[in-house]
């Protein structure tokens, strides 16, 4: 359809494939609109995104080497498709919301068949050098340039080399208290005998498409907006899930684990029996504390830490509520602290022994998720296409049509745009905030155990009173993010400098970082147990979730999305997809659930009946298996229900199984 028009008209011109964009476009396509959807970019999903190791690379490049469209001559074009009493209002061609992207190598470049290491006399390189030795191969989605086509989850079952079946003979469940005893960084429980191979920069390149790097750090809160939304559209059936398996912090140069639940907390060798007890109380009160307003109302704004102090906890324990469990900010007030705390304690037990899970190959399968969803429904997808302009009617001071980049004129009810779109002049204010954002390949994880396959939620209080607390993911290979043999980290605060300066010192805090390329740990106790860096990545990304359409001057029917928050959840993202649905079509309802193919009646005179929201016609035995392969997910390894509880497989030792999440 490459070189063919795309229709006239539309209900909805969604453009930018970020969550809120998609899940818009896919609640508006499930209740009857015509959608189209646009991005000017070659993949889905925009600072959602997740790139392969040489994905990434090629990204950096043709990020830094993006140049802003000539308007001038491009109103030429537009005036022969303007009629009288309209207007035209110009956006952006490129995107600036990600900034301060520096890239340094620390693997070795040897090549990997040398046997001797031979030292390197350069120092950590640029991107630019990197990208040039970088292999061109594409992203893992296979696009036509300008093409219009069906939404295509970005990795497949053939892209894995190696068989599915070693995630399940491994144990990433929570380890028990006692197993991960407060350690030094990186020391084992029992230190194996084995030689690991060394991993060089030709390695990560020619095992590139195991990587799925995202541009966000979030985590999906099991009792969260987002899960709620994946169980009640049936959107959960197009991807799967792992369990976060322990939450860490660290403290005193140690990395050790959070307890977190009541059984937790009385196995834990870290706390007194005193703290037990207090942390035990305080996290009752905290499950229904609205039910005592006494106890809080006094100090419901005044800071939360402020609070724990009256509520005479420990330094010890203030910090594992404030940044572990509530994680909050030191200026979040009291009210809000405690709702957090509380969200924190429900969301356990749900799926695990943490209240948190993560999608198999990167968030940025969520996106596309819900971008499937919306074409099964006949939404049109559209990349490295967007719109030049938006026609506006002078009268009305609304959107009635946008030009798109291939010059076409496509009349439309709705405009709904990602925030980067929009040109500095269309802002009432240009204040926003930054998240400054650190992706680390290591070798090795920041706490050993017995299994090497843990996904573990690592807080970094404060290192002084100027600084922000560190939020840290840890990723293992099973979750389908990385080679084996190493971990993808990525590192989240909210900036108050470039993202190396506000995340360096972390960094080098909890890892070993080498001074020039392919140099191993020195013998000293404290640094040699520490990972090895071999891969770093810094960047700024802005955050605009503190504007409304009010901080813009746009016409009343444009709804701007203002892309990912530095929350760790995705709460508010989900939230501003259903308040902008709500001002699109009131009086219909949020996606309700999409059918299961083999659910789907067919009348037997080809039309198929009233409301399937499918194209086929005849209820044909290859047309369901094709549909069954669209939409069912994958088989799981547990047949007997009692293992599972909300349709998700409960991790037990030497099984981690992902099935497709479900309601209770």
């Known amino acids: 359809m490459a070189s063919e028009e795309l229709p006239s008209q539309f209900d909805v011109v969604i453009l930018g494939t970020g969550l809120t964009e998609s899940v818009i476009a896919a609640a508006c396509s499930r209740v009857g609109q015509s959608v189209l959807h646009l991005d000017r970019r070659t993949y889905y999903a925009g600072n959602w995104a997740s790139f392969t190791f040489n994905g990434l690379l090629s990204w950096i490049e043709d990020y830094k080497n993006q140049e802003e469209v000539n308007t001038t001559e491009s109103e030429q074009a537009w005036s022969s498709l303007m009629e009288e009493g309209e207007d035209v209002l110009p956006l ?24 001797e290491a031979q030292p390197s006399a350069t120092s950590s390189e640029a991107v630019s050098e990197e990208t040039n030795e970088a292999s061109t ?45 407060q350690q030094p960084i990186g020391s084992p429980a029992d230190p194996p005998v084995e030689v690991k191979k060394k991993i060089t920069y030709q390695t990560l390149l020619n095992e590139g498409r195991r990587f799925n790097i995202d541009l966000v750090s979030k985590l999906m809160y099991s009792r969260g907006a987002l899960v709620d939304l994946l169980i009640k559209s049936n959107v959960s059936r197009y991807a799967e899930f792992k369990n976060i398996s322990r939450i860490l912090t660290c403290r005193n140069e140690k990395v050790e684990q959070v307890p977190c639940s009541r059984a937790d907390v009385f196995a834990s060798k870290q706390l007194t029996v005193v703290e ?47 940044h572990s469990i509530a994680i909050v900010t030191q200026e979040t007030l009291t009210e809000e602290g405690l709702k957090a705390t509380q969200h924190f304690l429900r969301c356990l037990g749900r799926y695990g022994n943490t209240p948190f899970l993560f ?12 971008c499937r969803m919306c074409a099964v429904f006949g939404g049109i997808y559209c990349l490295r296409h967007s719109v030049q302009c938006l026609v506006v009617d002078k009268a ?48 090795r994880s920041v706490l050993t155990s017995e299994s090497d396959q843990q996904i573990s939620l690592v807080t970094v209080p404060p290192l002084d009173s100027s600084s922000p607390a560190v939020r840290m993911v840890e990723l293992c290979s099973s979750s389908m993010t990385c080679m084996p043999g190493t971990y993808l980290v990525h590192l989240n605060c909210s900036s108050s400098n470039s993202a190396q300066e506000d995340l360096a010192p972390v960094v080098s805090r909890l890892f ?13 106790p404290e ?19 503190d504007l409304d359409n009010s901080s813009y001057s746009l016409p009343s029917n444009v709804h701007v999305c203002t892309g990912p928050d530095s929350n760790l959840g995705s709460d508010y993202s989900i939230k501003l997809a259903e308040s902008v649905f709500h001002q699109l079509l009131p009086d219909e309802e949020f996606c309700p659930p999409a059918p299961n193919p083999e659910d789907i009646i067919y009348d037997g005179e080809g039309p198929q009946a009233e409301g399937a929201g499918f194209d086929q016609t005849n209820n044909t035995e290859a047309d369901q298996n094709q549909a069954e392969e ?20 409960q991790e037990t030792p030497l099984e981690s199984a992902q099935t497709p999440l479900s309601e209770e």
């Not at 999608?359 to 819900?370: A, S």
């Not at 980049?405 to 204040?431: N, P």
Request: hydrophobic share 30%; with cysteine; net charge negative.
């Open 527 to 545: 640094e040699s147990i520490k990972p090895s860096v071999l891969w770093v990545m810094y960047f700024n990304m802005r955050d605009t979730s």
């Open 396 to 443: 009305s001071d609304k959107v009635k049509a946008v030009i798109d980049t291939r010059g076409q004129r496509i009349s439309c009810s709705y405009f709904v745009v990602e925030d980067s779109y929009i040109r500095d002049e269309q802002r009432r204010s240009t204040a926003h905030g930054q998240i400054s954002r650190a992706v680390l390949i290591t070798d």
């Open 512 to 524: 070993h970082v080498p001074s020039v390329p392919g140099e191993e740990p020195s013998e000293d």
């Open 630 to 649: 669209e939409s069912a997910a994958v088989e799981t390894d547990s047949s007997d229900p009692a293992e599972k509880i909300d349709g998700v497989a």
């Open 92 to 115: 952006r061609s490129v995107d600036s919301s990600i900034s301060n992207i520096v890239v340094y190598c620390y693997a070795s470049e040897e090549e990997e068949n040398e046997e």
């Open 276 to 322: 037990k007890r207090m942390l035990m109380k305080f996290l009752t009160f905290c499950l229904d504390f609205e039910q005592h307003p006494e106890e809080y109302q006094d100090h419901s704004e005044k800071p939360f830490r402020e609070f724990l102090k009256i509520k005479k906890l420990t330094e010890n324990l203030q910090d594992f509520v404030l």
């Open 137 to 181: 191969e594409a992203q893992d989605m296979a696009i036509t340039d300008g093409s219009t086509e069906t939404v295509k989850t970005q990795n497949t079952e053939d892209e894995v080399s190696e068989p599915i079946e070693e995630q399940h003979d491994i144990s990433d469940s929570s380890q028990s208290q006692e197993e991960n005893e």
């Open 359 to 370: 999608p198999l190959y990167g968030l940025g399968e969520i996106p596309q998720c819900f």
